[in-house]
């Protein structure tokens, strides 16, 4: 079966840069909302660097995002690869930010234990919803245009 006029090839910038923006949208209504453990009060405790950080999170996600997935798939696969590869990069950034880098930066060994991934699933569900939800963003915004 032929497909339609594939989308047009976006350089790989334009892409990183699509995904940071998409990133930064869904982080924000994520952390307004109160999804997850990535809310207002968490956030508001922080202060500005709280939300440096996870501005500074949502766009290296989203960059990545865009710049990976970002191209090369038909127009009826790109919202299932995004969002797929969106799922994959929240489950990374579980793994490397609450379960690696919050015990580093305390000083501790990271444990990786089931106890450690228990107490921080909360956050691999925010993590995760950021990431699915950037990619289908995404998504929309390489299919326009």
Do not use: F, K, N
Request: proline share 5%; aromatic share 6%; charged share 10%.
């Amino acid at each position: 079966m032929h497909e339609s006029t594939p989308p047009r090839r976006r350089a790989v910038r334009e892409r990183a840069v699509l995904g940071a923006a998409a990133s930064v949208v869904v982080g924000l209504g994520i952390g307004i909302t109160g999804v997850a453990t990535v809310s207002w009060e968490v956030l508001a405790e922080d202060g500005a660097a709280g939300w440096l950080g996870y501005a500074g999170y949502a766009v290296v996600l989203g960059a990545v995002l865009g710049s990976v997935v970002g191209t090369g798939y038909p127009r009826s696969s790109q919202m299932a690869v995004t969002t797929c590869g969106g799922v994959l990069l929240g489950c990374l950034g579980w793994l490397l930010y609450p379960l690696t880098l919050v015990p580093l930066l305390a000083g501790e060994t990271p444990t990786w234990s089931a106890a450690a991934a228990a107490a921080s699933y909360p956050q691999l569900v925010g993590d995760v919803l950021h990431g699915g939800l950037t990619g289908a963003l995404l998504a929309v915004l390489l299919s326009s245009g």
